[in-house]
């Protein structure tokens, strides 16, 4: 959407421009993450960051005050309220465009993509277009099931894949028992739910790590130490400087946070720098630990498992999962508990997948991905996160070659840029590639 809304606003061409914005949801959502309706459901980033402008960080949130909503610059506000600024600043787009410039959006699923003379016949709903370029705006996919022996849990409808599922809580009676694959953000957002809906049944929260996001603390900044890493190609390296300015922060009342949050100026450009066996390196020992300073939840949304784990509601696992059974009202989960020998067993009348999107894009069950990489039109990158492209967004494909026809921004970019799911990075890309798509058209 950003990039629609960017598009829309170049004003340097006279050529006439078709943007053609194709959906598989209706035009009132906003991805999964956006499109509920619940105030529950809060932003990870305070307001005064989230514009939709680099040049005006603090966009959102003077629209925000601008409605009448009683918003400082470090409230979490609901999500809701971000899809339509979002969609707000879309219609304004619309609105105040050049007349060479039009936008046609389709609510469908694109099947497949052919390139026939050097463009692009993208095909949805049984018919078919032509298109100069085309952005693979993917989104996120659903979790990758776990690689268990026994797969019969998958016929069950007591075991929901994709924890964005519009009747996820259908069937959940009040009192039933509850497992969350996962202690991630999604984790933390389903405790808010259910704790919303006056849920009492037992919940497990299992995952491998069975670590929970950091909360938000303050956010006062911290110098930024860049000029001592720069130069460092091992993350052992850089670990041992983070490390040291940990302990230096904490002296002065600051948390890790603020640490990290100093680095992100710097965070593609380092991650850029290491070698693949540093990136696996990271991903394998580090990344969840990092993850959870990194990426962390407002205090109003973190003291709701709080609540339930001092009641006794919420346990948190750590531990691997070895096969789960389904029966007639309930699903079996076996797992071997972390340092222990000896399995354990659970039950739940609802298992609920959060280990986070599926970016092995060989793996991911969507008809256009199959279709584009057996034409060798788009690959994984080296670290399968997601496709292998250029830091500019433009798509490799299988041969190795910067294919001039298709483009990249956001998730999808996460091995190539690591930094970029936040608004500052994905504003900063759109507006970037914007004006490229159409000089290069």
């Known amino acids: 959407m950003l990039l629609t809304i960017n598009l829309l606003k170049q004003d340097f061409l006279t050529d006439e421009i078709t943007i053609t914005l194709i959906d598989r949801n209706p035009e009132s959502d906003l991805g999964p993450a956006y499109s509920s309706n619940e105030e529950c ?31 400082t610059p470090w409230d979490f506000l609901p999500r809701k309220l971000y899809r339509e600024y979002i969609q707000e600043l879309l219609q304004r787009a619309i609105s105040e465009r050049k007349k060479n410039i039009s936008l046609k959006r389709i609510q469908g699923e694109v099947t497949d993509i052919r390139v026939i003379e050097g463009k692009a016949e993208v095909f949805v709903n049984e018919k078919s277009f032509v298109a100069d370029k085309v952005v693979l705006a993917l989104g996120n996919f659903p979790p990758r099931n776990l690689p268990i022996e026994n797969l019969s849990f998958l016929q069950s409808k007591r075991y929901v894949q994709n924890p964005w599922s519009e009747d996820l809580f259908q069937s959940l009676s009040p009192n039933d028992p509850v497992i969350l694959i996962g202690t991630g953000q999604t984790t933390v957002d389903l405790l808010v739910r259910l704790h919303h809906q006056n849920h009492q049944g037992k919940i497990i929260a299992l995952s491998r790590h069975g670590l929970f996001p950091l909360t938000h603390s303050s956010f006062e900044q911290y110098p930024s130490f860049y000029g001592e890493i720069k130069n460092h190609v091992h993350v052992v390296d850089i670990l041992r400087v983070i490390r040291n300015h940990f302990t230096k922060a904490e002296k002065i009342g600051l948390d890790k946070n603020a640490v990290i949050d100093s680095l992100r100026p710097y965070t593609q450009e380092l991650w850029f720098k290491l070698s693949l066996d540093e990136k696996r390196s990271f991903l394998r020992h580090l990344f969840r630990y990092f993850e959870i300073i990194r990426s962390r939840i407002p205090r109003e949304n973190a003291s709701i498992p709080n609540q339930m784990l001092s009641s006794g509601q919420l346990t948190i696992i750590k531990g691997r999962i070895t096969d789960m059974v389904p029966a007639s009202n309930h699903i079996e989960v076996h797992y071997l508990p972390h340092g222990n020998s000896e399995m354990k067993m659970e039950t739940a009348a609802l298992i609920i997948n959060t280990i986070g999107p599926e970016t092995d894009y060989t793996k991911v ?59 500052p990075e994905i504003r900063l890309q759109a507006e970037q590639l914007a004006p490229s798509l159409l000089l290069n058209t």
């Open 365 to 423: 069950d969507s008809l256009l991905i199959k279709n584009l990489l057996r034409r060798g039109f788009i690959e994984t990158d080296p670290l399968h996160l997601g496709l292998n492209a250029m830091p500019n967004g433009t798509v490799i494909n299988s041969d190795a070659a910067a294919n001039n026809i298709f483009y990249t921004l956001g998730f999808t970019m996460r091995g190539i840029l690591w930094e970029i799911l936040a608004a």
């Open 41 to 71: 459901l809060l932003l990870n980033v305070p307001a005064c960051r989230m514009g939709a402008f680099s040049a005006e960080p603090q966009h959102f949130l003077t629209w925000a005050q601008s409605k009448g909503i009683a918003a």
